[in-house]
């Protein structure tokens, strides 16, 4: 039997995307961390503009602070209302990491504060090229300085599928971004991740907010508690947690919950919070999803692996129309 998320392993509740007042958030560190943690979260990694801060001061024994940034790629000058874009978010895999992808134009580093530039460890890049192979090279660099990288949001982004070999070295995707979605863009990414998937892109799968709280909490728009991850870690530690996101030991959730998901050789079982759908994607057509009765929900459900699918992911839509994905598991993972 192949455990593929495991009932019997804790789920830590994260949000991997978060800005602060340490760029264009409105909400202080401190402020981010009372209002996760009130609400059930253990893990929050605040990934402010091109601004590398270390919050490990807020960490305590059930709540875990990661060392992250964003950045952004798009070339200069740039009309970033019609134009592509690519972000990614830098996640380190120790606590203490100082590298940062500096551009000295205030269009990139317009968030360092004048007096930390001449003492935060840069790595310079005089300019930035929205291309595939600058993409690419970056986050082969990232990954050299000690970081893991996460694709963010292709569709605010306006990223084709023409684009998505610059991704080949990410570790996850954001399947989804609640802060866009809030925004007006259609930000649930499966079929970017689906092409992907069929590309032989291995990505884990995040939900985030990438919250800037422009919206105070309980308004309408604000965009904060609507993506979330589910780390499956060990226990609650910087090395840990790092660790089962490297190796895709997560899933996504805008409400749902995956409870377990096994493989016995040719069938997989999910089990899950109540349902009204719960779907079994793979790469063909065998497919297969159980819809609930009106008034009624679906826990579990059976799928057989066909002798062409390359991968399988499992997808579940809640009677809101919340949904959660696992990642896409590939045939040489499972047999």
Same mark, same amino acid.
């Given at each position: 039997?192949?455990?593929?998320?495991?009932? #019997?392993?804790?789920?830590?509740?994260?949000?991997?995307?978060?800005?602060?007042?340490? *760029?264009?958030?409105? !909400?202080?560190?401190?402020?981010?961390?009372?209002?996760?943690?009130?609400?059930?979260?253990?893990?929050?990694?605040?990934?402010?503009?091109?601004?590398?801060?270390?919050?490990?001061?807020?960490?305590?024994?059930?709540? !875990?602070?990661?060392?992250?940034?964003?950045?952004?790629?798009?070339?200069? /000058?740039?009309?970033?209302?019609? =134009? *592509?874009?690519?972000?990614?978010?830098?996640? *380190?895999?120790?606590?203490? =990491?100082?590298?940062?992808?500096?551009?000295?134009? @205030?269009? &990139?580093?317009? &968030?360092?504060?004048?007096?930390?530039?001449?003492?935060?460890?840069? $790595?310079?890049?005089?300019?930035?090229?929205?291309?595939?192979?600058?993409?690419?090279?970056?986050?082969?660099?990232?990954?050299?300085?000690? %970081?893991? @990288?996460?694709?963010?949001?292709? +569709?605010?982004?306006?990223?084709?599928?023409?684009? $998505?070999?610059?991704?080949?070295?990410?570790? $996850?995707?954001?399947?989804?971004?609640? *802060?866009?979605?809030?925004?007006?863009?259609?930000?649930?990414?499966?079929?970017? %991740?689906?092409?992907?998937?069929?590309?032989?892109?291995?990505?884990?799968?995040?939900?985030?907010?990438?919250?800037?709280?422009?919206?105070?909490?309980?308004?309408?728009? =604000?965009?904060?508690?609507?993506?979330?991850?589910?780390?499956?870690?060990?226990?609650? #530690? &910087?090395?840990?947690?790092?660790?089962?996101?490297?190796?895709?030991? +997560?899933?996504?959730?805008?409400? /749902?919950?995956?409870?377990?998901? +096994?493989?016995?050789?040719?069938?997989?079982?999910?089990? +899950?919070?109540? $349902?009204?759908?719960?779907?079994?994607?793979?790469?063909?057509? =065998?497919?297969?999803?159980?819809?609930?009765?009106?008034?009624?929900?679906?826990?579990?459900?059976?799928?057989?692996?066909?002798?062409?699918?390359?991968?399988?992911?499992?997808?579940?839509?809640?009677?809101?129309?919340?949904?959660?994905?696992?990642?896409?598991?590939?045939?040489?993972?499972?047999?």
């Amino acid at each position: 039997m192949k455990i593929l998320i495991d009932e #019997n392993k804790k789920q830590y509740k994260a949000n991997l995307h978060c800005h602060s007042t340490c *760029s264009d958030g409105r !909400l202080t560190p401190e402020q981010l961390k009372e209002e996760y943690k009130k609400r059930g979260y253990s893990v929050l990694a605040i990934t402010d503009h091109e601004h590398l801060v270390e919050h490990h001061d807020l960490t305590d024994e059930d709540f !875990l602070l990661l060392t992250a940034y964003e950045m952004f790629v798009f070339t200069l /000058p740039s009309d970033h209302i019609e =134009n *592509s874009t690519s972000h990614l978010n830098l996640y *380190s895999k120790t606590p203490h =990491n100082k590298m940062l992808y500096y551009s000295p134009d @205030v269009v &990139y580093s317009r &968030y360092i504060r004048p007096e930390e530039r001449p003492v935060a460890c840069h $790595a310079e890049k005089e300019t930035r090229e929205h291309s595939i192979e600058f993409v690419r090279q970056t986050v082969k660099d990232a990954k050299e300085a000690g %970081y893991i @990288v996460c694709h963010c949001h292709p +569709t605010w982004s306006f990223e084709d599928e023409g684009f $998505a070999s610059a991704f080949d070295e990410c570790f $996850a995707m954001e399947l989804y971004n609640h *802060s866009s979605y809030s925004g007006g863009f259609f930000e649930y990414d499966q079929h970017y %991740y689906d092409y992907q998937s069929k590309r032989g892109n291995r990505l884990g799968v995040l939900a985030v907010d990438d919250n800037h709280d422009f919206f105070p909490i309980g308004h309408p728009h =604000n965009d904060s508690f609507g993506g979330m991850t589910y780390i499956l870690a060990d226990e609650l #530690n &910087y090395e840990s947690v790092i660790g089962a996101m490297e190796k895709g030991d +997560t899933y996504a959730s805008t409400g /749902p919950e995956i409870y377990s998901l +096994t493989f016995d050789g040719s069938t997989f079982h999910a089990r +899950t919070s109540d $349902a009204e759908r719960i779907i079994f994607v793979t790469n063909t057509r =065998n497919r297969a999803i159980t819809i609930a009765p009106e008034n009624e929900s679906v826990n579990e459900y059976w799928f057989n692996l066909g002798e062409t699918d390359k991968w399988v992911r499992l997808e579940v839509v809640d009677k809101e129309g919340k949904r959660a994905f696992s990642r896409a598991f590939f045939r040489d993972e499972l047999i």
